[in-house]
């Protein structure tokens, strides 16, 4: 996400940092540059316009040109102007109610379904909340029996009853108080900005509600339009947030800037991934470094930490130590490594990894491997002979030759590991 | 109603917001400068139209403005019209409709949310209005998406038409080969097969569009009739992006642009036209089934200015 922009800034910035003393006409033109790929990025005309605006008074103001180092200065006065329009600090979610209630609104198709469901597994997860789901769409087919099937998978109870959305929201509420539900997410149908009855209706249901937070749910992916559809819904709605999906595309994702200098009303949450546990808190910091090519190890972290377990990592260690490293525990690896979301996802957040490419079924390949071998097989590759190895092949789909090339890699990591023992470990932050 | 009108209604949010832009800058006797320039710019580029394809448009005016002689504002917006529908023309293209008795297929492709299934609706009941199209089955590719079956179910039932589907989480190739088997067995006249919403970046998902494509192809004996790419109309640069990798992955035949009855203008299908060459084959403007209409360029840039 936001790696084209990334890499326009950084090849703009790049030119101007090779160069000693900048003239005023050449930090103009670094600028026009800058304008052009946010320009490119969706972020809107007005918005740009005023961030290049702010990024010369400060440029000027601190009498950067005579400095030794300008092209660093700009980079970081256009990395703090990008944390500062991005939001500041980061906004986390106001549940002070009780029960609370999150509205979601949106126009079609920006996800507001699937946020319903990552949302209620974030709350439930991270904060230890009970949530209850509200089927509020009632206009696009299928789309209470979309919130019934993720509320389903996850386990939560999902309220529809009633003829109206106004209707479902309101029994929902009641539902959630009777049965003491810490948190109601309520999902409403897809409408455009301009919808005055549907927009209307959104009003009604917010003033029965009185929603603890009412998210506007748009994709990453608008254009220009994004600062009317976010002006229009905070004016009627009173936002106090926005959820940004389809992050994970390569979309660059001007939008965001745009709408948060517009509205005022941070980004909340960003969906990175179709499936559930795709969510993430934005961090306008983080993100504006992410822009800036400086990548975004600590959400790395973050999430290994939430995902990976800390008791295998450490055993993991200790056998390696202990040279009884086997196939078995490869085999764990590679999961533990899956577990954290595509390859490609996580190179996207290390600092120039963002090109590489990963062919995810490699790895899948080799698990499929090493799932067809017997328990004895994985402890002691040893036995593995020519029919043995055939078996393994057909078994997972793959061919004596690939069996072979992962048992050399085993054999070259044994080796490896061998010699790192006695050195001291560097610390993985997966151990803590 | 005529459909120009409809067409017109539709596009009617748009436009009042641009003539609104337009005629503060082309006031009458405003003189064509670089000022009156950089505001069209500002114009055309907050229309999504795109940095590079707003310098060319600019540049052209700028060019033509001055062979013409063409002095005063109010003469500005002619010469816009002309140098936009220039652009699009190239761009119409009317759906390839079988008339051989075999039945015609749809491929319906596009990121998450751009509104495949209620294009899929639209066109088949525009195909049975419009075209005595009487047999129509949907294919349920979205294999996928949680109910994504069943929206597809439900307007498949309100529209006539048959579904073909398998339970959530199946291979769509084998959900697409099944129909394309029902499809010819019974003399189907359309054949519409939806895919599940997915990014265009996503190496694996385009690999699974690849397969479902030469899965239809093989059992079909030919290509498929149309490989529709459904853009969300609000959508921005990233428009350019999608076209082209959904381009590269099963060559598009044509590009429907649907959500266009918000503010959104739509701008970026001037590039996709250009840079793509790829034809914008139909255009949604309401929630009417009939407010999915072919795109003609004059049309649209009429309603838009």
Same mark, same amino acid.
């Given at each position: ?38 320009? *490119?990025? @969706? ?11 702010? !990024? ?87 789309? +209470? ?29 009641? *539902? ?5 539900? @810490? ?11 301009? @919808? ?65 200098? +517009?509205?005022?009303?941070? +980004? ?8 559930? *546990? ?22 790395? +972290? ?100 690939? !069996? ?29 | ?7 017109? %209604? ?32 500002? $114009? ?75 294009? $899929? ?82 190496? #694996?998902?385009? =690999?699974?569009?690849?397969?479902? #494509? ?17 853009? %969300?109309?609000?959508?921005?640069? #990233? ?21 266009? %009855? ?28 009939? %407010? ?9 840039? =009429?309603?838009?200015?």
């Amino acid at each position: 996400m936001f790696s084209a922009l990334t890499e326009k800034l950084n090849s703009v910035l790049t030119q101007l940092r090779r160069r000693g003393a900048l003239t005023e006409r050449d930090l103009d033109e670094g600028l026009r540059q800058v304008r052009l790929v946010l320009l *490119e990025a @969706d972020v809107h005309y007005k918005v740009v316009k005023k961030f290049i605006d702010d !990024v010369k008074q400060k440029a000027l103001g601190a009498q950067i040109l005579e400095s030794l180092t300008p092209g660093q200065q700009i980079v970081k006065i256009v990395r703090d102007e990008l944390v500062q329009i991005l939001g500041g600090t980061r906004a986390d979610l106001h549940l002070t109610q009780w029960p609370a209630v999150i509205l979601l609104v949106g126009l079609q198709g920006s996800g507001k379904t699937t946020m319903a469901g990552k949302l209620a597994k974030y709350l439930a997860e991270r904060e230890q909340k009970r949530v209850l789901l509200a089927a509020a769409d009632l206009q696009r087919p299928a789309a +209470i029996e979309q919130l019934r099937q993720l509320g389903a998978k996850l386990g939560y109870p999902v309220y529809a009853q009633g003829r109206t959305p106004l209707e479902v929201a309101e029994g929902a509420l009641q *539902e959630a108080r009777k049965s003491s539900f @810490d948190v109601l997410v309520v999902d409403t149908a897809g409408r455009l900005h301009i @919808d005055e009855e549907l927009m209307s209706e959104l009003q009604e249901m917010k003033q029965r509600l009185q929603p603890a937070e009412t998210l506007l749910v748009v994709d990453a992916m608008t254009g220009q339009e994004a600062v009317t559809i976010a002006q229009t819904f905070d004016q009627r709605l009173k936002l106090t947030g926005i959820i940004l999906t389809k992050l994970d595309g390569d979309a660059r994702g001007g939008a965001a800037l745009s709408m948060v200098t +517009i509205t005022g009303r941070p +980004i909340k949450f960003v969906g990175v991934g179709e499936k559930l *546990e795709d969510l993430e808190v934005f961090h306008p910091d983080r993100m504006a470094e992410r822009i800036l090519g400086m990548g975004d190890i600590l959400s790395l +972290i973050e999430e290994a930490e939430a995902r990976v377990d800390a008791k295998k990592a450490e055993e993991f260690i200790k056998k390696i130590q202990r040279e009884s490293f086997t196939l078995e525990d490869f085999r764990e690896q590679i999961q533990q490594l899956r577990r954290m979301g595509p390859i490609t996802k996580l190179l996207e957040k290390i600092p120039g990894m963002q090109k590489i490419e990963v062919d995810e079924r490699a790895l899948v390949r080799v698990e499929a491997i090493i799932n067809s071998m017997t328990p004895e097989e994985r402890r002691r590759p040893e036995i593995l002979d020519a029919k043995r190895k055939r078996r393994i092949a057909l078994g997972s789909g793959t061919h004596v030759s690939e !069996v072979n090339k992962l048992l050399k890699r085993f054999d070259e990591a044994k080796k490896m590991m061998k010699q790192l023992k006695g050195k001291r470990f560097p610390q993985i932050p997966f151990g803590r | 109603m005529s459909w120009l009108q409809r067409l017109k %209604d539709g596009l009617k949010k748009t436009k009042e917001q641009l003539v609104g832009q337009l005629a503060q800058v082309l006031q009458p006797g405003r003189r064509l400068d670089d000022a009156l320039l950089a505001q069209l710019e500002e $114009i055309l580029i907050t229309a999504d139209v795109g940095v590079e394809a707003t310098t060319e448009i600019v540049q052209a005016l700028k060019a033509r403005a001055a062979a013409r002689g063409v002095q005063d504002s109010s003469a500005v917006m002619e010469l816009l019209k002309e140098i936009l529908k220039e652009r699009l023309r190239p761009a119409e293209g009317a759906l390839h409709l079988r008339s051989d008795g075999q039945p015609t297929v749809f491929l319906i492709l596009g990121v998450n949310g751009s509104g495949k299934t209620t294009t $899929i609706a639209k066109l088949a009941q525009h195909l049975k209005d419009d075209f005595g199209k009487r047999k129509i089955i949907f294919a349920a590719g979205d294999t996928f998406r949680a109910a994504a079956v069943e929206q597809l179910g439900i307007w498949a039932e309100r529209v006539g038409a048959q579904l073909v589907h398998h339970k959530t989480g199946s291979d769509p190739s084998a959900v697409a080969f099944e129909a394309v088997e029902r499809a010819l067995r019974e003399g189907a006249d359309a054949l519409f097969i939806d895919t599940a919403g997915r990014l265009h970046t996503k190496h #694996n998902l385009m =690999e699974e569009l690849k397969k479902i #494509n030469r899965v239809v192809e093989k059992r079909l004996g030919r290509a498929m009739d149309e490989r529709l790419l459904i853009l %969300d109309g609000t959508t921005g640069q #990233n428009a350019i992006s999608q076209a082209k990798l959904f381009h590269e992955a099963v060559s598009v035949t044509g590009i429907v642009v649907t959500k266009l %009855d918000g503010t959104a203008k739509g701008g970026s299908i001037l590039q996709i036209a250009s840079a793509l060459k790829l034809p914008i084959k139909l255009i949604g403007v309401g929630e009417r089934a009939d %407010d999915l209409r072919e795109f003609k360029a004059d049309e649209f840039v =009429e309603a838009l200015l």
